[in-house]
């Protein structure tokens, strides 16, 4: 059983003191009394998510706000417990009034994601929803939001719990046999756990392998534009940004450090990084700034090589190696191409005449392996965390299979793997003892949430 909450908390859901409505949130086996104390004995007399008018006042009774209440009656609300909204108006120190009086009433402020953190102890969510939640909030394009919502809706917290249930029962046989140590294992029953483990393994795999995906759509795709000095570079963020973002000029060595922005290309978000252009230099803040290109090369998802094809093919310069997808791109083809180049693969553009960005997009989605068309609508984008447990878990599923062949099984030493691989399934949904983990995840929420 989940421990029962005994404290009320209260918190501002709204953000301060930007919109004309204010909401506070109270949740726990007092939200009703404290609401009453606060409001009038309104709270109890009200219908469970009707939403009526009231007035909050202070202890002599002066109203410091006039606004609307919703009670929800536990276990029928967000957090499972009994709640009260209050809809107030939206000013900071109304605001402020109004929370500190239901503090007075009762009420101890929320911590940062106590109220997710409830609906997980009472059964409403999983880890894996409450994520959902924090990546909706932080959605930056729309497949984005897309992939929060299938979250959200528990599309990876039930693969990963019917997983965990085949395991079980993989667990329940294999323990059966470790109570009769005498018979011999039949060598059928290891050919059908095998086959049950690879099945198990297969849904690991089709998990890991949107691991790239979830970052793409949480952080970005790290795309350091380089290459030598006064090729298009900055002209190349700027096209893509739509706005004169990075200085321009033709002086070989303007940008000197780097410069970073987002752009959402096509549902894909772009954290496109702009550097100094490299080549040998005297100059202490240039050299300085070449010094940052090679960190942000080295720390790339993609790579943008941009060069002039009006020129004469340079000798290729040594750039720090990096498995990041690498596109090549010939920039100024509105002066015409330098026969060097002709043999060349490449994407070619001009930052002036804007000829080729529809290419270069196309290839850019291409190279990234990405398209709104591979993100149907119960598609899973699993983040670091889920990661982690997925690829800890395949490792002792590939030792169990070790220890249960046809010739020579060690079903003993199976089961301690396989017990390690459910608990790391478990920690995804949120299924094993957790607490720690709990800490981490909802401490990142904001006060409220
Ligand atoms: N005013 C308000 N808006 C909000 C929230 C909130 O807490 N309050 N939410 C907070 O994140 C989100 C909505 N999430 C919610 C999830 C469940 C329930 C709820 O009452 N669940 C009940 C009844 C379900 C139903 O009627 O469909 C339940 O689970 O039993 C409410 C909000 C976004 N908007
Ligand atoms: N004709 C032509 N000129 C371009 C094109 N793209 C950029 N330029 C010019 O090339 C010069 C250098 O452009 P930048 O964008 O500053 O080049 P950069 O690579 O950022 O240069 P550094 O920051 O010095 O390394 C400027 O004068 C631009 O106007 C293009 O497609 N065609
Ligand atoms: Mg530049």
Redesign the pocket.
Known sequence: MAPAHTSTIAAV?SPMGVGAIS?I?ISGPQALAVADLACGGIASTSMP?LVRRCKIRDESGAVIDDGLI?V?HG????T?ED?V?F?GHGGILVTKEALSRFLECGAVHASPGE??QR?FTNG?LDLTQAEG?MDLISAQTRLAIRAAHSQLEGTLGKRTTAARDELLEILAHLEAWIDFPDEDIDPQTAIQLRARIFGILETIDSLLSTADQGRVLREGVRTVIFGEPNVGKSSLLNRLLGFDRAIVSDIAGTTRDTIEEVINLHGIPLRLVDTAGVRESDDTIETQGIQRTVRQIEDADLLLEIADCSLPRPERAVYPSNHATHLLILNKSDLGEHPSWNDVEAIRISCISEQGFNTLSDAIREALHFTEADFGEHAVAINARHKASLALARTNLHAALELLTEENSDPELAAIDLREALDALGEIPGKVDTEDLLGVIFSQFCIG?
């Not at 276990?75 to 967000?78: D, G, Q, V």
């Open positions: 859901a909401l949130r998510r919703t929800f276990p029928n609300s967000f499972g709640t909204e809809a109220f997710s609906a409403k939640i949430k």
